[in-house]
Each structure stands twice: as C-alpha cells, then as structure tokens.
C-alpha cells in the first residue's frame, strides 16, 4: 500500500505507517501530530536559558538582542541559567531511575519479610554474590535470610549521608580515585540529588562548573548506584536474564485473543501479570467469552523487562503505545511509571480498550486506577487480568486493524549471559578487540523522539556501527528498534563486517546484544568495568563509545552524564537544551575531556555519528596499542 | 486589486512570550536554524519588538510599512524605498549609518546593527509564505492578513460584543 508522504517521513517502521495512516482514517491524533503543532517550539527553551526557579522571573536571557536582557532578576547569566536547568534535569533522571531501584529493594525486603505475595528469591546465585559484595554473610543463612540483609543495604544506599555507593566500587580503582578527586563521588543516592535541587534554587550555588559537578555527582549515583541496584534486584527476584527468543512489533498482537498490553518500567507489576495471565481459570474465561487465548506484549522498559525474563513479545517502543491502542484489538493497557503518554486516556475512550493505572505515584485522566500493592500483589494482578478478560466482549471486530509486521529477536544479554556466551570468560573477546576483528564496543541507548524520524536515529546509527565491526550493546527503546530490524538475531551477523561477523558467528550471538531495559546499562557499565580491569585500565582507556540517537527524556541526560562520568565518549541525536550557553557548550563538549576523560557530541545525522563514535575508538585503539 | 497582507497584532492575547523575536532573528540568520544562529558573528537580529505596558500589557511592534513612510522620505541616501509588494527596505549598500530613519520612525521599530552599521527593520521575510514571528507566535497575537480581513475580525466581534452589551 501506498502512503503519503508526509506519512513515510515520521518513521522507518512499516508498522508506523499503516497505523499513523488508520488514524488519520479515524481521525484520532498522535504525538506526531502534537508535535507538528507545538512547531515551532519555543526558542529560549531550546536553548536552555529560560529559567522559573524564583518568582522573581520568570526570567529568559536574549540569544541575540544587545538590548535585550542579558541577566535574569537575580544576575544570573546564560551561563549559570543553562547549567542549573542541566543539573536539574539529571536530578529528574537519577530520581526516576533510583526511585525505580528502591520499589525492587522494598519488593525484595517483603519478600525477604514473608509479607509479598507471589514473588520468590529466584536467582540464589546473584542473591549470594551480591550479599558477598555487601559484605554481608552467606555461610550457613537460608536466602531469606540473606536476602533481608541484602536489601536493607541496598535500601539504605538511598538515604545515606557519608561513605559511598557500594556498587560504584565496581568501577575500576582509577576511575573511583578520579571521581574522589574531583569531589563526584557519590555519598548516598537521594542526598545527591536533593542537593541538587538546594543548589539550584535561588540565589545558592551560580557556579556552572561547580553545578555540573554536582549533576555528574547525582548521575553516578544514578547508573551506579539506583539503575545498579534496580537490575540486580530484578534479577534476584525474576531472574538474571539468558538469551532467549520472542517476537516484537506490533503484529504480536493477535485478533482472536485477549490482548494485554503491560507498558512502563518496573517489573514488580508486570511479572505478576505475566504470571495472572496463566492462571488456568482466567484463561478458562477468556475462552469462554469466545477468546483463544490471553495474549500479554509488552511496550517501552516493561516490554524488555518482561522479554528477557519470560520471552514475551515486544509491541514496540516508545512512540508505538498510541498506535498499539488504535488497533482497536487492545483490552487493557497496564501501565506502571516512566514514559507513559497522558494522551492514553482519552485515546483508550475512543476504543474498548481499559487503560488501567497501578502506582500511587502514576495516575492519569480517563484511566481506571487499580491500585498494586506487593502483599496482594498476585491477587491485584488476577483482578486486572479479569478485567481485561471480561473486556474482550466489548471488542469491536470491525475496528480492529493489527500490523502484520513482526520480527524474531533474540533477548536477554545480561552481563553473566555475555560472559556465558564468550564460555566462562571475557578473554575472547578482550582477544577479539585486540585482534581487531572486534573493533569496539558501542552502547547504544535511548528514546524515540518525533523530532527525528521514529527509528531511523537507532537503526542507522546501530546498522553503521556493525558494519564497521563495532560490537553494539543495547537496552531501551533502542534495543526495540533493533529487535523491529531483526538486529538481534544472530542471523544479522551477515550485516556485520568481516571480523564482527566472524565472532558472532563462531559465538551464535547478534551482532548487537539487547542487554535489557534502561536501568540495565547499569549492566553495560559492568561490562566496560570488567574489561577494563581484566586489561588493568581505566574505563576512558577503552574503544568504546556511547549514543542516544532519540534521546528525549530527563533519564536520558542522567544516563548520558553518567557514561560520560565513567570515562566514555557519548553522541547524543537531539540537541540538549544548553547552547544559549557558550561555558557549558564548551564544557560538555571540550573541557569535560580533561576532567572525566570523556566529552558529549551532538550529531543528529546517525551515519555522522557512527564516524564519531568510530574515530573515537580508532584513536583509543592507537592510545591502548592495539 | 486585492489587498496586500500586514503583521497585525492582536494585542490582548500576547503573553510577552519573546518566541517572535527569537524566530524573526533566525530568519535572518545565515543557517537558518536556531542551533546554527546563536554561534553566527554578526550576531543576527530581531526586527520586532515586544514592549511591556503598565499594569501588564505586551505589545509586540514592526515595521508597519506605512504608506506614506517617514523613514523613507528622511532617508538622506536614498536607501529606504518601497517594492513591488509594498514593503519598505533599506538597501543596506546605500545605508551611510546616519540613524535618522530611527529618529523619525513613529514606532521605534529601526535598528541600529552595531557590527554591519546598518540600519535593520523588518522585510517581512521575503523567502517565507507566512512571516516567521507569525508562525511562531503560540498564541496567535500576530497574525499575516489583509488590512480587510483583519478589520472584518474586529468588526465581527464588536457586533458580538454589542449584542451581549444589549442583552
């Protein structure tokens, strides 16, 4: 079929097409279309140097006029305005990420206590070496036992005051000495991030150097800290994911069963879900109300989480979770927190479809709250799945209209998986690195964005980057995008150049490794961890580079500060809303060099910013002697 | 013969929001593009204005291209003159920098560009449909009509407004 053009140009996705062309057809809006009506969005916010901190303002510094003021109400400059809305944004980040990691550290503690209802210490291997790590003693203690301890450390990592973040000692001696250097080192995760908002409200710290100190400071605490403590407790509790297969796009949905649809973060909920899901009664149900079936897709972080554990299919990314409920095959939508559009409830009352809310935290207009509690959580779970089951009668045949598109993908590269893979050890890849046959490694991350065409910021960057044997690790709406391509499938080594294609082949994995959901690049820090203390050097020392082609949220810039903070290069596809200031310009993409070892660069053209990324390696490669 | 269009203002719906001058200083910038623009020298720059009016109004001012322009009569060089569509230039090469376009401009509207040494005001960007503080206005405060469309407007919702006055 042929589409518009104006169609073709908001995504790479067939999927896309066709639903953004059935809601033009039903005459529904999409973000595409907000966006588009937002245009052209505001200028001072683009750059940066709007600022509402007191009510004094608000106050906007004029990028261009000589008569137009240059200083806010208080005399803070360009300068200082861009460096404290930067810094805030990280704290919004490292807050989301962490926040995440402490309701799996209050799960993992109930459990521990006998108080949650259907969960289970799953992985006692992890439970063991993570207790280890702590400190914490193994020897002779049952799991609860041990696991109770576990979380009551990982729970107090967030308010504590002094000392640090144990799982930043994961990080090589090097670069925690540089962070102590620099005063980064991060003290207790939520004290770094109220100290961000102290600093920044008026009249407090108007130093951008110092305040973008204090933003790194916060994100360490993110990715090594909450986002560290968010995956490994997930794998206590679900699992440490292994390579498994499923499906993804939005053709996982199917027209004869009761479609569910789990879509946030956390995987507190949607386990139980996916557990609900197969309980034999409900299922009974569903098939009594003419249903073939429970059929449970995830969308956004979620969707991974629930992929790499269960091998449940993936309905897309982020800017995919309108479109799945203009199918009209969608019975209920079941969200948690994060990346969750608004837009969703007045959406879902223009189908059947349920948009059912479960976090004290996350409520939203037009969704029906059943609210999910760790001790009930099994029963809460059944009563959503019910709801869902009992709304397939509602289900208007002649409205639905399901892509066909699907893909096979292989999920679940958690760090113990790639160190399995390679057989027990890093050495053959450290070997291939050496060799060249593995020219790099890439973290490639993040969003989508309609500011760049849906997935085409992923897949070009990702496509280029295997071509030019850089191995890619990859997690969040990026990890999707590659699974949509058939990226992550070992197959996709044909794609790959010589030498990649090599080491995949004679390992069978893809080319590009789906480490998990955005917390998990706490597992991509690992890794670089790992090898750079298997090569006794620091992370900066590494042919490794980091993206975020679509990056559009407050995580995304924590995510970015922290890769950046722990010594890697990082190319970001949207441009960061700091250019009104010419000091932190200069410091993110220059001086940041000299302090962390690593800089940020802005190349929305994702073939240009592979080459970054490969020169990038190329020169580490030169430095490292290989 | 149909009217030519005006930048008119709408002055009770401006928020001082500035958008307009960020866009009109980007549409005549060399790139173009807002992340293009703040690193360009000369540093490029709006021609309209958005001043602030006791107790809180916005009111945002351009170059009214008036017909019997004063700026163009004092031009002591003979750079200003009008085109074919009506609208005022300044032939920045005939432009000596002597500011009295500034001087007689009712509106206050002309600028002084203290690197090229040039007078500056609006051309109604000529390469655009719709000027760009136009399209960038979020709140429709300024809009691109004819001298008849917009009066028609405003006669539409004075009648609307009597009406309810008569009850």
Known sequence: MAYDEKILEKSIDPSVHKMLSRAAELHIETAWDRYEKMLPECGFGELGVCCRNCNMGPCRISPFDDHGPKKGVCGATADIIVARNLVRMIAGGAAAHSDHGRDLAHTLLMTAEGKSSGYEIKDEVKLKTLAVEYGIPVDGRTKEEIALDLAKAAYAEFGKQEGFIQFTRRAPEKRVALWKKLGIDPRGIDREIVEIMHRTHIGVDNDPVNLILQGLKASIADGWGGSAIATELSDVLFGTPVPVRSQSNLGVLKKDHVNIIVHGHEPVLSEMVVAAAGDPGLVSQAEKTGAKGINVVGICCTGNEVCMRHGIPMAGNFLQQELAVITGAVEAMIVDVQCIMPSLGPLSECFHTKFISTSPKAKFPGALHMEFHEEKALGIAKEIVQAAVDNYRSRDQDKVMIPEDKTECMVGFSTEAVVRALGGTLDPLLEAVKTGKIRGIAGVVGCNNPKIKHDHGHIGLVEELIKHDVLVTSTGCNAMACAKRGLLLPEAAEQAGEGLKSVCQALGIPPVLHMGSCVDISRILTVCAAIANALGVDISDLPVAGAAPEWMSEKAVSIGSYVVSSGIFTVLGTVPPVLGSPVVTEVLTRTANDVVGATFAVETDPVKAAALMIAHIDAKRKALGV | ?167
């Open chain 2, 1 to 167: 013969m149909t009217q030519p269009k005006e930048i008119f203002v709408k002055t009770d719906r401006c928020v001082g929001c500035l958008s307009c001058t960020i866009a009109c200083a980007v549409a005549h910038s060399n790139s173009r593009t807002l992340f293009g623009a703040v690193f360009e020298k000369p540093v490029p720059k709006s021609r309209i204005y958005v001043e602030w009016s006791d107790p809180d109004k916005k009111i945002p001012l351009v170059c009214r291209h008036c017909e019997e322009a004063p700026c163009m009569f004092a031009c002591i060089s003979g750079a200003i003159h009008r085109d074919e569509n009506g609208v005022v230039l300044t032939d920045t090469d005939k432009c000596i920098g002597c500011w009295t376009c500034v001087m007689v401009c009712p509106y206050g509207v002309i600028g002084r560009h203290l690197e090229t040494h040039k007078a500056y005001r609006c051309d109604r960007c000529p390469d655009r449909d719709v000027p760009a503080c136009v399209s960038a206005c979020p709140t429709g405060a300024l809009v691109y009509e004819t001298a008849a469309s917009f009066s028609g407007a405003v006669r539409k919702s004075a009648s609307r407004e009597l009406i309810r006055s008569e009850g």
